[in-house]
């Protein structure tokens, strides 16, 4: 044997070795433990009255991607954006007083399902659908 047919038969079952750590990787990522069969994914750190009482939940580091909630008092209902700002990436945060989402770094700001409503982003705030079962929320990439 020489060294070319060496390199190549180490080189197969060096990768016959990984794939199953490959495959049994792909397959823990597919779906968490919290993620149901529908996609939705339950939010962990808060619950509903807790949501309500605080008026905003930051999660940057959530399964589904950097995540805000917020609850609208007026309308009663719980939005779920992305707060990576799409002017500069600053991450907005939620007035409850004013009730809108304000960027800390310039003058942007949205409504709570994330609509510009002023510049100078000019996209909108990607969203999260949501889902509530008794106290639990639960969210799904849009
Ligand atoms: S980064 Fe948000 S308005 Fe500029």
Redesign the pocket.
Known sequence: MNRREFVALVGVGGAMACAPEILGTATDQEMTPAQAADGFVKVTGITLKELEAKGSFLDKKSPVGSLLLIWEKNTKKISAVNPT?T????TVKWNTGAQILA?P????KFTATGVVTNK??KRNLSTYQVKVEKDVIFVKKA
Request: charged letters at 10%; aromatic letters at 0%.
């Open positions: 700002c002017h500069e990436g600053c960027c770094c310039h003058p942007g100078p982003p």
